[in-house]
């Protein structure tokens, strides 16, 4: 054969050697296993070259290692998937895999990391074209040897790689591999194991959270890996055990969030809910990390997820993917209330607010800011008008928490008002539009399913509470001020809802739970004029409100003024006639 000028001793050329036999033995596996594994006393063979694959890998060069798992990746995979392999082969060879990751602590180097990347990639691929071959005792190997995977590339990540952001290759591996590792049907029970597995993962707040008012709450959720995984490890050797590893850095969690929330929404249903509770407690957790670090990606991407998880979720419900679903209404009641947790912590003291920040440049603050309409996008426009199981109670603390956001404008000094930076207003006023659009009934070809009606019933009492703050406090401000101009922030909020009170119907439903006089929601629903019942309301406030000395405010409050006369029946009519 041809020698490369670059071997130029006895053992790299060796090497080269053991590489083309290798890949010639990969050649005939390739072709002729099932006749090879046919033969008396091939078994014994086979046996020789797992002893040889193991030796080349732990003393051999990063070539011969990598060829060596190449020869066995070739046997199983290639005929695996033509359904022609024996069980004991793919067993041997996930064994090989599994000694290699035990044995991390003594097998270190550039060699050693480039080799447990090459297994990983290579127990993908094993996993994807045998799965219909795996038990629950292979699967749970399966994630016994990512789980040592991880904790050794935890353990052993250097410095620099955090601190200039790479994620170790060894993770990156396992992230890549992670989306195809969802069990098959025959599995469906290890879904539960798989994704406790890696939410064990997540950053976790051992000692305190803050909850909405920011007072501190214990935390008893956090999750470990499951028993069964660690079970599965603990049979190994004392000498081979790697040590307990804690995350250190959030880049791998920045990395894994995306990942756990398209495998949950890709489990089966059962499964799916009896996780649902856990995975949302720490998403919570993570998007909690804004209070120290606002200016870190963690809170960001845990928030992203958790709206994702949520819209895409309501979207099947709502669709009747899941009506079939077995699962306990107490179990439902559960998910909801952590649901409420997250939004009303979350959208209450952390969005909309100015928080402090000493490094984040304005396309970053605006990429803020489009992340916290987005969530009120996705609970207002979406799960809130959706066809879902939430109890009341948890549909009041929504809507109550869009309300409490929307009144960060009104609800401040008119001095302070003069401060609050422009994106804490707009975020207020989006809160504000998403109420009157809950409260809204457009025609009657709208969806007006039980849950659109529950809603509406809950937001439009909000709502005229809300606006009659709005409409009392400016006056109130106006008055105090004297000849000093009222702050653009709060004169664009009450146009704002001056502007939307005009355009709003609601739906005979809502109106029926307004505090009007029985008599005259009688007769404005036997005249189907109850569609507009909630300017009645405010009527005593628009009155007072029509002495603002700001001509805008004047104009608006006369339109709404007169739309209450034609309501009223009491539009100006000719004398004479």
């Known amino acids: 054969m041809l020698i490369h000028h670059s071997r130029n001793t006895a053992q790299k050329q060796w090497d080269e050697t053991f590489v083309l036999v290798l890949g010639g033995i990969a050649r005939l596996f390739r072709s002729y296993f099932p006749l090879l594994e046919s033969l008396p006393n091939f078994w014994s063979g086979w046996e020789s070259l797992l002893a040889f694959v193991k030796n080349s890998i732990f003393n051999g060069s990063k070539e011969v290692s990598l060829a060596a798992i190449n020869c066995l990746q070739t046997a199983v995979v290639s005929h695996c998937v033509k359904g022609n392999l024996q069980l004991r082969y793919?067993?041997?060879?996930?064994?090989?895999?599994?000694?290699?990751?035990?044995?991390?602590?003594?097998?270190?180097?550039?060699?050693?990391?480039?080799?447990?990347?090459?297994?990983?990639?290579?127990?993908?691929?094993?996993?994807?074209?045998?799965?219909?071959?795996?038990?629950?005792?292979?699967?749970?190997?399966?994630?016994?040897?990512?789980?040592?995977?991880?904790?050794?590339?935890?353990?052993?990540?250097?410095?620099?790689?955090?601190?200039?952001?790479?994620?170790?290759?060894?993770?990156?591996?396992?992230?890549?591999?992670?989306?195809?590792?969802?069990?098959?049907?025959?599995?469906?029970?290890?879904?539960?194991?798989?994704?406790?597995?890696?939410?064990?993962?997540?950053?976790?707040?051992?000692?305190?959270?803050?909850?909405?008012?920011?007072?501190?709450?214990?935390?008893?959720?956090?999750?470990c890996a499951s028993s069964e995984v660690s079970e599965h490890k603990a049979d190994a050797s004392s000498d081979k055990t790697i040590p307990t590893a804690r995350v250190t850095s959030n880049m791998f969690a920045e990395k894994l969030i995306p990942a756990l929330v398209e495998l949950l929404l890709q489990a089966p249903a059962v499964e799916k809910y009896i996780l649902f509770s856990e995975v949302i407690q720490n998403l919570r957790r993570c998007m909690m990390t804004r209070r120290d670090n606002p200016d870190g990606s963690l809170w960001k991407v845990a928030a992203e997820g958790f709206n994702r998880l949520l819209v895409e979720d309501v979207k099947l419900c709502s669709a009747g993917d899941d009506t079939d679903l077995k699962i306990s209404k107490a179990a439902r009641v559960r998910i909801w209330k952590e649901i409420g947790d997250v939004y009303e912590i979350f959208l209450v003291g952390y969005c909309g607010r100015a928080l402090f920040s000493n490094s984040l440049p304005a396309a970053a603050l605006k990429a803020n800011e489009t992340l916290e309409i987005a969530l009120l996008n996705g609970l207002g426009d979406i799960i809130l008008k959706s066809t879902i199981d939430a109890p009341r109670e948890v549909l009041e603390r929504l809507v109550s928490t869009l309300d409490r956001c929307a009144s960060r404008t009104c609800s401040l000094p008119v001095e302070t008002v003069e401060l609050m930076p422009a994106h804490c207003s707009r975020f207020s006023l989006t809160c504000l539009q998403k109420l009157f659009s809950l409260s809204s009934f457009s025609s009657e070809t709208e969806d007006w399913q039980s849950t659109r009606a529950e809603v509406s019933r809950i937001s439009i009492i909000m709502l005229m509470g809300r606006c009659e703050f709005i409409l009392s406090r400016f006056l109130i401000?106006?008055?105090?001020?004297?000849?000093?101009?009222?702050?653009?922030?709060?004169?664009?909020?009450?146009?704002?809802?001056?502007?939307?009170?005009?355009?709003?119907?609601?739906?005979?439903?809502?109106?029926?739970?307004?505090?009007?006089?029985?008599?005259?929601?009688?007769?404005?629903?036997?005249?189907?004029?109850?569609?507009?019942?909630?300017?009645?309301?405010?009527?005593?406030?628009?009155?007072?409100?029509?002495l603002s000395r700001e001509t805008r405010v004047r104009e608006l409050v006369q339109v709404l003024l007169r739309a209450i006369a034609t309501e009223l029946g009491l539009e100006k009519v000719s004398i004479s006639s």
């Open 477 to 546: 401000d106006e008055n105090n001020l004297g000849n000093r101009p009222i702050p653009t922030a709060r004169l664009e909020e009450i146009i704002f809802a001056l502007q939307e009170l005009d355009r709003l119907t609601i739906h005979p439903e809502a109106a029926s739970v307004l505090p009007l006089q029985p008599n005259l929601k009688t007769i404005l629903r036997e005249d189907n004029r109850d569609t507009r019942a909630h300017l009645l309301v405010l009527f005593p406030s628009l009155c007072e409100i029509v």
């Open 90 to 223: 793919l067993n041997s060879v996930m064994d090989v895999y599994e000694l290699v990751f035990q044995k991390s602590s003594s097998y270190t180097g550039d060699t050693a990391t480039k080799v447990k990347q090459e297994i990983l990639h290579g127990l993908g691929e094993l996993y994807v074209q045998s799965l219909n071959m795996f038990d629950e005792k292979m699967y749970m190997q399966l994630l016994g040897i990512v789980d040592l995977a991880i904790k050794e590339a935890i353990v052993n990540s250097e410095n620099f790689e955090t601190e200039y952001g790479h994620v170790p290759p060894v993770l990156r591996h396992v992230l890549e591999i992670l989306p195809s590792l969802g069990p098959p049907e025959h599995l469906s029970s290890m879904w539960l194991i798989l994704l406790r597995e890696f939410l064990h993962y997540l950053p976790r707040v051992d000692s305190v959270l803050p909850n909405e008012e920011g007072e501190i709450e214990q935390s008893d959720t956090g999750h």
